[in-house]
């Protein structure tokens, strides 16, 4: 099995690298755009600012490719934000492939939300053996507003989408390579999909 991470300059790469390894899976780390959309299953990763990652993907024709794949995708933190029509985040277009918005916490709460947070409402084959209220690893200051496409609800200040899928398109907004023996879990459900 052929498992790709892009690598756009804008992500914790190597820390989701070693998660696959820790499963006995190895990932390429890539940019070309015909090795991403030659692969079984793709990570799209995100660590930074959206507007300065949103022209990096553009810069490399990733913004035409990454909606176009059939295979399944996990965008993750970052990753599956920039999968989402706006981010508030500098006024940034996304790849409007979840039908969402990206919002900023309001200062009633310390942002960004640093640490462990539980996961609710599971949804998706994504959280095969995954139980309701399990913890996951999260730093963000902005969050997707809820849709019909979350399939995993997290409360801070108020309930947002910490998980979307749409067909082939999964995202996450906790980082599941830090998130311990539940985010290796994850992983692991990504790879059977």
Not at 42 to 51: D, L, Q, T
Request: charged content about 20%; proline content about 3%; some cysteine.
């Amino acid at each position: 099995m052929k498992l790709t991470i892009i690598n756009y300059g804008a992500g914790n790469i190597k820390s989701i690298q070693f998660a696959f390894e820790r499963l006995g899976l190895h990932a390429v780390l890539s940019s070309d755009p015909e090795e991403i959309a030659t692969s079984d299953k793709v990570i799209f990763p995100g660590v930074g600012e959206a507007s300065s990652a949103m022209n990096k993907l553009k810069h490399s024709g990733l913004d035409q490719v990454l909606p176009t794949l059939k295979q399944p995708v996990l965008g993750i933190c970052l990753g599956m934000q920039l999968m989402c029509n706006h981010t508030e985040e500098n006024n940034t277009e996304g790849l409007g492939i979840f039908n969402t918005a990206v919002k900023r916490f309001s200062n009633a709460v310390k942002v960004p939300q640093m640490g462990w947070n539980t996961i609710n409402n599971l949804k998706s084959d994504l959280f095969k053996g995954i139980n309701e209220n399990e913890y996951m690893y999260l730093v963000h200051s902005y969050y997707a507003e809820q849709c019909k496409e979350s399939i995993a609800t997290t409360e801070y200040e108020l309930e947002y989408a910490s998980a979307l899928e749409h067909n082939n398109f999964y995202g996450v907004q906790f980082h599941p390579e830090k998130s311990g023996v539940t985010g290796e879990k994850l992983l692991k459900n990504f790879i059977a999909l």
